[in-house]
T-cell receptor, first 108, second 115 residues
Framework: GEDVEQSLFLSVREGDSSVINCTYTDSSSTYLYWYKQEPGAGLQLLTYIFSNMDMKQDQRLTVLLNKKDKHLSLRIADTQTGDSAIYFCAAGSYQLTFGKGTKLSVIP | DTEVTQTPKHLVMGMTNKKSLKCEQHMGHRAMYWYKQKAKKPPELMFVYSYEKLSINESVPSRFSPECPNSSLLNLHLHALQPEDSALYLC??????????????FGPGTRLTVT
């Protein structure tokens, strides 16, 4: 089955860029997703990328996909304190496999 | 309306109790999901309903019993739970089969504590 790995923690200063990395194993995943979870809340789909794309930009978010290395990253420009949350990478289609989540802490 | 609602928000139950978790969406989605999330862990899929029929059961113990009375509602009936079943239970929904793209909308979850 699919396996998705992420680093567990990231700490950045407000205004800097954050980069969260993810690797996955199943190259047949057509879409790859980034979800955000704030404390005590459900998951919110932030963005996604189709597997035949290298990059997708959506306002402050940039997703980079290296399909050869099965590596996905999420860059958040001008990180704000409201971006503090856990970010999950997910792969699959109907049945998503989530990474363990990266806790992003933003220092004011 | 892009909201998935879940009730109750918090639930404390003893190991001999029977309780139910409820989930509702009015987005016309035909796929609905139950996930279990332990602290500091990713969500784990439990069940998937597609067009009101159970399509995926991830080898979940029978003390968890899902039910989909109609396309907008999803229940999870709980009976004889164990303390290790304490977790955040998340419901999600998605339009069914848009190619391979499934944007799942999640509810806020029910925080369950089994004593």
């Amino acid at each position: 089955g699919e396996d998705v790995e992420q680093s567990l923690f990231l700490s950045v200063r407000e205004g800097d860029s954050s980069v969260i990395n993810c690797t996955y194993t199943d190259s047949s995943s057509t879409y790859l997703y980034w979800y955000k979870q704030e404390p005590g809340a459900g998951l919110q789909l932030l963005t996604y990328i189709f597997s035949n794309m290298d990059m997708k930009q959506d306002q402050r978010l940039t997703v980079l996909l290296n399909k050869k290395d099965k590596h996905l990253s999420l860059r958040i420009a001008d990180t704000q304190t409201g971006d503090s949350a856990i970010y999950f990478c997910a792969a699959g289609s109907y049945q998503l496999t989530f990474g363990k989540g990266t806790k992003l802490s933003v220092i004011p | 309306d892009t909201e998935v609602t879940q009730t109750p928000k918090h639930l404390v139950m003893g190991m001999t109790n029977k309780k139910s978790l409820k989930c509702e969406q009015h987005m016309g989605h035909r796929a609905m999901y139950w996930y279990k999330q332990k602290a500091k862990k990713p969500p784990e899929l439990m069940f998937v309903y597609s067009y009101e029929k159970l399509s995926i059961n991830e080898s979940v113990p029978s003390r968890f019993s899902p039910e989909c009375p109609n396309s907008s509602l999803l229940n999870l009936h709980l009976h004889a739970l164990q303390p290790e079943d304490s977790a955040l239970y998340l419901c999600a929904s998605s339009q069914d089969r848009q190619g391979d793209f499934y944007e799942q909308y999640f509810g806020p979850g029910t925080r369950l504590t089994v004593t």
